[in-house]
C-alpha cells in the first residue's frame, strides 16, 4: 500500500476537531510537546533527559547511545518510574541491516520463588497487595544494568561510562523540583517515611521537596561513577548486587514503624544468574505498514498485533469515528481475554504466540463484533490452536483483569543514520517497592507484584502468569516500531500499566486511521477496555463520544488513576520524509513531556 493510503495525510480528514497541542501551563520551561528538524530527535518525560540525549546525538552518538544516556537521566529526575533498580523493554530498528531487534529487560524472580510465595498459609488468600508492593518479597532481580550492557554491546558506539556522565551531572547539580515530582513523592510520603534511606533521601526536612526547590542525589551520582568504572558486573555478581540482596532480604525499616515490610527471598546468586534476553519482535501487517512489538514476557507486542489484526478486519472510516472506537474498544475487550489466558514468560510457560498473531485467529475472534451492540464484558477467551472456523463461539470461562501497576516511563530517539529506539523503563508503582538501597540513590522496584499472587482454584483454567523461580512476570508494556517498505515510519509508547496497550493502539488507530497528524493523535481524548464492564475513559473522552457509545452497549466511567482522569503519558515519533523527524510528547498530562531535535526545521 502507498503511503498516502497507509497513513491518511494530516487535514485530509478528521476524526474530531482535535488539535496539535500547544504546551501546558505550568509545565517545565523550556519544555516543547512538538519538535521538527533533522539530525535526530528525541521525546521522553523530562526536559533534562532529552537534552541528555541530544548532547549524546550531536557528539556524533547513534540513537541507542542517546537512548541508554536519557534513560540513566531519568533514573535522577524520575526516580519513582526509572531506576537501575528497575527494568524495562527495548525495540530497536537497525538502520545499517533494515531490521528490528528487542531487548528484554524484565525482572526475574529468585529462584526460591514458588507459586504460593505470596499466599498467607494462616488464611490461603494472597497477602494485601498494599504488603506486597511495600516488601522484599515483591522485588525482582533487576534488569536495566544488564539490558543497558547488552544494547550497548550489539547496537551502540560508546561505552556506558561515557554515557553516564550527563546523569552524573544532574545528579550533582541537582535539577528543579515540578508539581509532578513534588505530587509522586506526596502520594508515597507515608511509606517512605517508614524507610530510613528513602525518608533520608526523598523527605528531606520530613517533607516532599517543595515545587521549585533543586533537588540534589548525590548518593545516585557516587552510584554512577563507580558504575562507570566497574561495570554492569558491579550489579551482577559484584558487590553492587550483594548490596542489592541484602536490602531485599533485611529492608531498612524504621525500627518504630508499625508498617509489615516483609523480607524478600533474594540472594547473590540471583543476581549472578540474571541475563538479558534478545528475542525476536513480534509483527503484524495493519492497512499496509509493518507493527512491530515487543514479544513475551511483555504482553504488549501480542495484545496490539492480535487487536490490529482484528481491527483489519472492518473497513474504519475516518468520517464515522464512533463506530471506529466502538470496534477499537471490541478488539481490545477480545484481545485482552486471550492475554489474561495464555500471555506469560515463555521460558517458563507455552505461549502461543504464533497462533495469537495469526489471521485466521484474528477472523475468528472479529466474527463476534457486532456493528452496533458491544459484548458483555468480560468475555470468555479464544482457541488460538489453527483450527479456524469462519465464526466459533468462545471458549472457556471469563476472567477478572489482574492488577497491573500503572506507572513506568516511555521515550523514543532516532539519529541522523536513521536508527530508531522506543524503550520502557521502569519501577512498576510509583515509588517501587518504596525500598532505596542504602547510601545508593536509587530505589527498587515492586515487579514481582505484576505476577497473579493467589493461586487458581482446582478446576480452574491455568494461570500463565503465577510466580516461580528465575520467572518473568507478565508485563503490558509495548515500545512500538511502525514500518512502511522497510523503512522506520513511527515509533510510540507510553507508560500506564495494563493501559499502556490500549493507550498505543489507540494512537495507532488515530493517525492510521482517523487522520489525525501525530501531535494530534497523542494529545486526543483516551478510553481503555481491558475486558471489564466498564470502559474507563478521560472525561473529554466522555464528554465527546460517551452518548453514541453508551447507546451501542458501552458503559464509560471516568478512569480512577492514578493520576484519576489521565490514561498515560505517550512520546511518539514519526518519519515526515526521508531525514525530517517530528518528536512528540504529551503536553499535558502528568505536567507535558519534552520533545527536542538536533536541528529544528524553519
Same mark, same amino acid.
Given at each position: ?54 548532547? &549524546?546525538?550531536?557528539?556524533? $552518538?547513534? /540513537?541507542?547511545?542517546?537512548?541508554? =544516556?536519557?534513560?540513566?537521566? !531519568? @533514573? *535522577?529526575?524520575? +526516580? ?38 505470596? &499466599?498467607?498459609?494462616?488464611? $490461603?488468600? /494472597?497477602?494485601?497487595?498494599?504488603? =506486597?508492593?511495600?516488601?522484599? !518479597? @515483591? *522485588?525482582?532481580? +533487576? ?460
Amino acid at each position: 500500500m502507498v503511503l498516502s493510503a497507509a497513513l491518511i495525510a494530516p487535514g485530509q480528514a478528521s476524526a474530531a476537531p482535535v488539535t496539535s497541542p500547544q504546551p501546558a501551563g505550568g509545565a517545565q520551561p523550556g519544555k516543547h510537546a512538538v519538535a521538527t528538524g533533522y539530525g535526530g530527535a528525541v521525546a521522553t518525560v523530562d526536559l533534562d533527559a532529552s537534552r541528555t540525549a541530544i548532547e &549524546v546525538l550531536r557528539k556524533g $552518538g547513534n /540513537a541507542m547511545d542517546a537512548a541508554v =544516556a536519557a534513560g540513566a537521566t !531519568l @533514573g *535522577v529526575t524520575e +526516580p519513582f518510574v526509572a531506576a537501575i533498580g528497575g527494568g524495562g523493554y527495548m525495540t530497536y530498528y537497525d538502520a545499517r541491516r533494515r531490521k528490528v531487534y528487542t531487548v528484554d529487560g524484565r525482572e526475574t524472580a529468585p529462584r526460591a520463588m514458588r507459586e504460593d510465595s505470596f &499466599v498467607d498459609p494462616a488464611t $490461603g488468600k /494472597a497477602i494485601p497487595f498494599e504488603e =506486597a508492593v511495600t516488601s522484599g !518479597l @515483591g *522485588v525482582g532481580v +533487576p534488569g536495566t544494568l544488564a539490558q543497558w550492557d547488552t544494547a550497548l554491546r550489539r547496537f551502540g558506539t560508546r561505552d556506558l561510562g561515557t554515557l553516564l556522565q550527563p546523569a552524573i551531572r544532574v545528579a550533582e547539580r541537582g535539577f528543579v523540583v515540578d508539581q509532578e515530582f513534588y505530587d509522586q513523592t506526596a502520594v508515597n510520603q507515608a511509606r517512605f517515611n517508614d524507610i530510613v534511606p528513602t525518608r533520608e533521601l526523598f523527605l528531606p526536612g520530613g517533607a516532599p521537596p517543595a515545587v521549585g526547590s533543586v533537588f540534589r542525589n548525590p548518593d545516585l551520582a557516587r552510584t554512577y561513577r563507580e558504575l562507570a568504572r566497574k561495570g554492569p558486573g558491579w550489579m551482577y555478581g559484584g558487590g553492587l548486587g550483594r548490596e542489592v540482596a541484602r536490602t531485599v532480604r533485611t529492608p531498612p525499616v524504621d525500627p518504630k514503624a508499625t508498617r509489615n515490610v516483609r523480607p524478600g527471598l533474594m540472594e547473590d546468586g540471583d543476581l549472578g544468574a540474571y541475563r538479558s534476553r534478545t528475542p525476536e519482535p513480534t509483527r503484524v501487517s495493519y492497512r499496509g505498514l509493518d507493527v512491530y512489538g515487543m514479544p513475551p514476557s511483555s504482553s504488549g507486542g501480542s495484545t496490539i498485533g492480535e487487536a490490529l489484526n482484528i481491527l483489519g478486519e472492518f473497513p474504519l472510516d475516518a468520517k464515522d469515528p464512533v463506530a471506529a472506537l466502538h470496534h477499537y474498544l471490541e478488539a481490545s475487550k477480545l484481545a485482552y481475554a486471550d492475554r489474561g489466558r495464555y500471555v506469560g514468560d515463555p521460558d517458563k510457560v507455552d505461549v502461543p504466540l504464533r497462533e495469537l498473531l495469526s489471521k485466521g485467529f484474528a477472523r475468528e475472534r472479529a466474527c463476534l463484533i457486532k456493528p452496533d451492540e458491544a459484548a458483555q464484558a468480560p468475555v470468555p477467551p479464544g482457541s488460538p490452536d489453527g483450527d479456524y472456523a469462519p465464526c466459533a463461539p468462545q471458549a472457556g470461562r471469563a476472567g477478572a483483569l489482574p492488577y497491573e501497576g500503572p506507572q513506568t516511563t516511555h521515550l523514543v530517539v532516532a539519529d541522523k543514520w536513521g536508527n530508531v529506539v522506543a524503550y520502557n523503563v521502569t519501577i512498576e508503582q510509583f515509588g517501587g517497592s518504596g525500598i532505596t538501597v542504602p547510601g545508593r540513590g536509587f530505589i527498587l522496584n515492586n515487579e514481582l507484584t505484576d505476577f497473579t499472587l493467589q493461586p487458581p482454584a482446582p478446576g480452574a483454567a491455568p494461570d500463565p502468569n503465577l510466580p516461580g523461580p528465575g520467572k518473568r512476570p507478565r508485563s503490558s508494556m509495548a515500545p512500538t516500531l511502525v514500518l512502511e517498505d522497510g523503512r522506520p515510519r513511527l515509533a510510540v509508547g507510553t507508560p500506564g500499566g495494563s493501559t499502556i496497550i490500549t493507550t498505543v493502539l489507540q494512537i495507532l488507530l488515530n493517525r492510521i486511521d482517523l487522520g489525525m497528524d501525530l501531535p494530534a493523535a497523542l494529545a486526543a481524548p483516551r478510553a481503555t477496555q481491558r475486558n471489564t464492564p466498564q470502559v474507563f475513559a478521560e472525561q473529554e473522552f466522555i464528554d465527546r463520544y460517551g452518548t453514541a457509545l453508551a447507546a451501542r452497549g458501552h458503559r464509560l466511567e471516568l478512569f480512577p488513576g492514578p493520576p484519576r482522569g489521565t490514561i498515560g503519558a505517550a512520546t511518539a515519533l514519526e518519519f515526515l520524509r526521508p531525514g525530517l523527524v517530528q518528536a512528540v510528547a504529551e503536553p499535558r498530562r502528568r505536567g507535558g513531556g519534552s520533545a527536542l531535535v538536533v536541528r529544528p526545521s524553519r
